[in-house]
């Protein structure tokens, strides 16, 4: 399936930053992980820094999945509210998976320091009420996140009229997120790999897949062949035909980036990303080179023609309601663009071993607007799996739940 539409400003600004060559001969080592995406590559560099031989293959070229039409804010706020979460699992678990995405924004952060040359920078995160029937659920979040040692604050309307400018009910200000270039991290972190001795292999579809309780055997469409102790499936969207049950619903989610704005115009969104308590949901965050990048209307539309027909016409429509909130602020799109998106029930991944299964065959479905965060979550989960140890967000991000 074609994953994107229009131009993932990723991919144009970055281009092929580097070439991986198809596999052409059989290969063994630890792990093989299919898909080369944000997730492979985070999967990956977590399993190699602890000594396991890696091999990543992907069928198209790296990064190029949902990856390149990624918006990538970084957020510990999970799509369902933790009061809603902490219903339907408990309020330790809700706080669990809350506190292990706040700390994903550390993990990233530190990475990307590592890695270096992301666009990543640290951001604060308004969360306002679109409505005044939302003003009180978003009182509630707040209190319980509070309550919890979150770092946030209430700003009533006046507030957020003083400090952002725009009319809302009400809003959560959280000091805690940030923003990266995904595909730029995914191809640094997969050409650090390679040159550290790991396999990379691009423009390499798996065709056949064998497991069973010693490891995998995987079958490029060429024939070529990699043997493996694990197999990681971090094959995005695609990886849920390895599953019986449906685990998640695909969707289209919309974008645009403007040219560079002078900081004196952004203002405070030049460091602070703004997001609804509507759903679908508007967000918006700015780039290192002071664009700002403009997302959702997301729908149910999973054919990529069909999507690609409506581009524009949301690309307008989400620069219309950005106009209402920020009439200062030049809006025109200079690259838009749209990306299959899953969304699960509860707003949380599927990492870990699933009931169709053995042990032998880990998925990273790092599904919802949390995606990248879930990534770097899953990275260090499925290590421990793989290293046969237990670890805390098993019960919560994986098929137990
Ligand atoms: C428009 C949009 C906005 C988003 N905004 C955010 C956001 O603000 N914050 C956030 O955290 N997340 C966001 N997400 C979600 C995030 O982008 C995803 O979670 C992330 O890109 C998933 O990365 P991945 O590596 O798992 O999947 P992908 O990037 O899709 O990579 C999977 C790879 O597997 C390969 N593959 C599949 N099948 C095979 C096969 N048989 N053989 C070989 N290779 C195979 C594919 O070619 C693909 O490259 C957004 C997504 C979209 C589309």
Known sequence: ?????????WAVKNGLMHAFPPLQEDLRCDVAI????????????????????VAVVDQRDIGWGSTSASTALLQYEIDTHMVDLAKRYGEDNAVLAYRACADAIDL?????????????????????????????????EFALRKRHGFEVEWLDGGRVKADYGFD????????????????????RLLARLQKRGGAVHDRTPIARIEVDDRG??????????IKAKHLVMAAGYASQQFLRKKVAKNRSSYAFITDPIDAGTLGALKDTMVWESARPYLYMRTTGDG??????????????????????????????????????VPLEPAFAWAGTFAETDDGLPWIGVS????????????????????????????????????????????FER
């Open 1 to 9: 399936m074609d994953l994107k539409s229009g131009y993932p400003f």
């Open 34 to 53: 299919i898909g080369g995406g944000i997730t492979g590559a985070l999967v990956a560099d977590e399993l190699a820094a602890h000594g396991h031989d």
């Open 108 to 140: 990233v952060a530190a990475k990307a320091g590592d890695i270096r040359d992301v666009d990543f920078a640290r951001m604060r995160s308004l969360y306002y009420a679109s409505k005044r029937r939302h003003r009180r659920d978003l009182e509630d």
């Open 168 to 187: 809302a009910p009400g809003a959560i200000l959280s000091a805690k997120a940030a923003r990266i270039d995904p595909y730029r991290m995914a191809y």
């Open 216 to 225: 995998a055997t995987l079958t490029s469409n060429d024939g070529a062949t």
């Open 291 to 328: 664009r700002l990048l403009v997302g959702g209307d997301d729908d149910s539309v999973d054919i990529p023609a069909r999507r690609d027909a409506q581009v524009d016409r949301k690309a307008r429509k989400l620069a219309d309601k950005v106009a209402e909130l920020f009439p200062d």
């Open 355 to 398: 009931p169709d299964h053995g042990r032998r065959l880990l998925f990273a479905m790092a599904y919802g607007g949390n995606g990248i965060t879930y990534s770097m979550l899953g990275a260090g989960l499925l290590r421990a799996l793989v290293e046969r140890r237990k670890h805390p967000l098993q019960g919560i991000f994986g």
